[in-house]
Nanobody
Framework: VQLQASGGGLVQTGGSLRLSCAASTRTFGSFDMGWFRQAPGKEREFVAVISRSGGSTRYSDSVKGRFTISRDNAKNTMYLQMNSLKPEDTAVYYC??????????????????WGQGTLVTVSS
């Protein structure tokens, strides 16, 4: 499975961005899909996850209410709508796929496929 993240860029505080993650697999619907981020000098951290069907989601407390994860299984694509962005959201954002469980997990090591990352910079 290959994952391609896109949509990052430079935005001012309070602005919005939408990230996309395109997957090269015919079994996209069999994977939980997650977003993680890594700021300079920090460990990679969980942002959000969406279940295989798209019916369940989970968010980190730091983005809850501001970010929305979604997926389109017909297009093999996942999205992250980011609103009310803050400087502390600045990071490289990675998409990841988990096909083996446990599901709806925030644990980095459970995800077995990763995209290359897209940089989001929020200026103050």
């Amino acid at each position: 499975v290959q994952l391609q993240a896109s949509g990052g860029g430079l935005v001012q505080t309070g602005g919005s961005l939408r990230l996309s993650c395109a997957a090269s697999t015919r079994t996209f619907g069999s994977f939980d899909m997650g977003w993680f981020r890594q700021a300079p000098g920090k460990e990679r951290e969980f942002v959000a996850v969406i279940s295989r069907s798209g019916g369940s989601t989970r968010y980190s407390d730091s983005v809850k209410g501001r970010f929305t994860i979604s997926r389109d299984n017909a297009k093999n694509t996942m999205y992250l709508q980011m609103n009310s962005l803050k400087p502390e959201d600045t990071a490289v954002y990675y998409c990841a796929a988990n096909g083996r469980g446990p599901f709806l997990t925030a644990v980095v090591g459970i995800y077995n496929y990763w995209g290359q990352g897209t940089l989001v910079t929020v200026s103050s």
